[in-house]
């Protein structure tokens, strides 16, 4: 079993979904020093700004220079505008430029970009064929299950995506109407799995090696595609590649847990301009790690040191009950 994207052979099939405010350069470093991840994804970045080399898409096209494979997601609504964003991106070193078809907020909606396009299957099929003719790269396109329940269009977008030369897609199961909530639909995945011969990464609610393997099962699709999953257990890659393996999870005790979330919350704070801007993206993070009393004591953080100081107690309180136990 592995995940081929043309000529792009993936080391591991489970990769690292794209999420705004959460996957730039710093964050996908911690994927990295941590292993096991298939490919890195930077968060969405318009096309037009990117193409109009504005500073804030540069900065969130990011990507260091030994960072091997790695997309770069790029959205909008206009053709031209688009091909001239991925020109951009494969030109910044993308090994992959990726098309958004799955945002699901208003904004994006409705300037008909992200999920709107699900609708609008036209105008979808300029886009995806302006892209094509912009880069020699591997292009791939990311896209929900549709617009809503009635209109689950996936497999007809995804097989109108292949007839133009991408070289596979993502399919995360939720409607754009389902935002995050919804019944979990591995079958509509499965239903592009089945009407295509580029590779599927399937996508949605994947936490651990367990689901990882059970979606791949479920839909056939090549791949797995983990988001919050991967801020909550960065190990997450590990285990899935152990587990596709046969081999016991990497056992990773709660120091380097401790020692790896450290290092990056230092990383965070010297990214950012202000300790203010750093302990925001910290607080936004805590949402998804495991653990209330974790998540209600970085909240509660007056600043970065402040956050570190917590984390460290938090670690030192678990060390304590782990021993205990
Ligand atoms: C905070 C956040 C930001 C996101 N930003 C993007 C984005 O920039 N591009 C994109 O294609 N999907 C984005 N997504 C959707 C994720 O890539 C993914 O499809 C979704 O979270 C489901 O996967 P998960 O259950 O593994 O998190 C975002 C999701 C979250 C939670």
Redesign the pocket.
């Known amino acids: 079993m592995g995940l081929r994207i043309r000529d792009l052979e993936l080391a591991n099939v489970a990769v690292q979904?794209?999420?705004?405010?959460?996957?730039d350069v710093a964050f996908r470093r911690l994927i990295r020093q941590v292993g096991g991840c298939g490919m890195t994804?930077?968060?969405?970045v318009p096309a037009k700004a990117l193409a109009g080399q504005h500073d804030r898409a540069l900065a969130a096209a990011e990507i260091d220079p030994d960072e091997r494979p790695v997309a770069i997601?790029i959205?909008g609504r206009e053709p031209a505008l688009l091909a001239d964003g991925a020109r951009c991106a494969q030109d910044l070193g993308a090994s992959v430029v990726?098309v958004?078809f799955?945002?699901p907020s208003k904004k994006v909606c409705a300037h008909s970009g992200?999920s709107a396009l699900l609708r609008e299957p036209a105008l979808a099929r300029r886009i995806v064929a302006a892209v094509r003719a912009a880069v020699s790269v591997p292009f791939t396109v990311?896209m929900?299950s549709g617009w809503d329940q009635s209109s689950k269009n996936a497999p007809d977008i995804a097989w109108m995506c292949q007839e133009e030369g991408v070289d596979a897609v993502?399919v995360?199961w939720?409607t754009r109407a389902d935002l995050?909530g919804g019944v979990r639909d591995p079958a509509v995945i499965a239903a592009v799995v089945d009407r295509l011969s580029i590779p599927v990464i399937a996508?949605?609610?994947?936490?651990d090696a367990a689901g990882a393997l059970a979606l791949l099962a479920e839909t056939g699709a090549a791949g797995v595609?983990?988001?919050?999953?991967?801020v909550r257990n960065p190990w997450v890659f590990r285990e899935i590649e152990a587990a596709l393996a046969g081999l016991p999870a990497p056992v990773v005790d709660l120091a380097e847990r401790e020692r790896v979330l450290l290092g990056y919350f230092e990383r965070l704070r010297r990214g950012f301009h202000t300790d203010h801007g750093a302990l925001g993206r910290i607080k936004?993070l805590a949402r998804?790690f495991p653990g209330e009393t974790l998540r209600d004591a970085i909240w509660h953080s007056a600043d970065v040191d402040d956050a570190m100081a917590r984390t460290r107690s938090w670690f030192a309180d678990a060390r304590e009950v782990a021993c205990s136990a």
């Open positions: 979904a794209p999420m705004e405010g959460v996957t994804w930077t968060e969405f997601q959205y990726d958004n799955g945002c992200g990311k929900r993502t995360h939720r995050y996508n949605g609610d994947v936490v595609m983990i988001g919050r999953g991967a936004k998804y």
